[in-house]
């Protein structure tokens, strides 16, 4: 079953940027690894936060292809690392 996308704002922790998904609200994890793998990290507040935003629609199809082949953490949630990236041309 794929996710789609909620809509509801994502937060910074501190393991990487977590948003929820569709169906049953499953929680996903965009490590701050991944984040920083896409732009080159600056300093400030909330860099994390506007790298997941700018990128969102992208981080959402890794997310629903890994929970469709079932790769999850314990408690059923998606993490997205920088080894998920590969195939992405942002």
Same mark, same amino acid.
């Given at each position: ?11 910074? !922790?501190?393991? +990487?940027?977590?948003? *929820?998904? &569709? ?5 996903? @994890?965009? !490590? &701050? *690894? ?9 300093? %400030?507040?909330?860099?994390? $936060?506007?790298?997941?935003? =700018? &990128?969102?629609?992208?981080?959402? =199809?890794?997310?629903? *292809? /890994? &929970?469709?082949?079932?790769? $999850?953490? #314990? %408690? #059923? @949630? @998606?993490?997205?690392?920088? +080894?998920?990236? /590969?195939? $992405?041309?942002?």
């Amino acid at each position: 079953m794929s996710l789609s996308s909620v809509g509801n704002p994502a937060w910074d !922790t501190v393991r +990487g940027v977590r948003f *929820a998904m &569709h169906p049953t609200l499953v929680a996903v @994890v965009i !490590t &701050h *690894a991944a984040l920083d793998n896409i732009e080159l990290p600056t300093h %400030g507040v909330g860099r994390h $936060l506007a790298c997941f935003n =700018k &990128h969102r629609d992208a981080f959402e =199809k890794i997310a629903s *292809a /890994k &929970h469709q082949r079932q790769q $999850l953490e #314990g %408690g #059923g @949630v @998606v993490i997205v690392e920088a +080894g998920d990236l /590969k195939s $992405l041309s942002l």
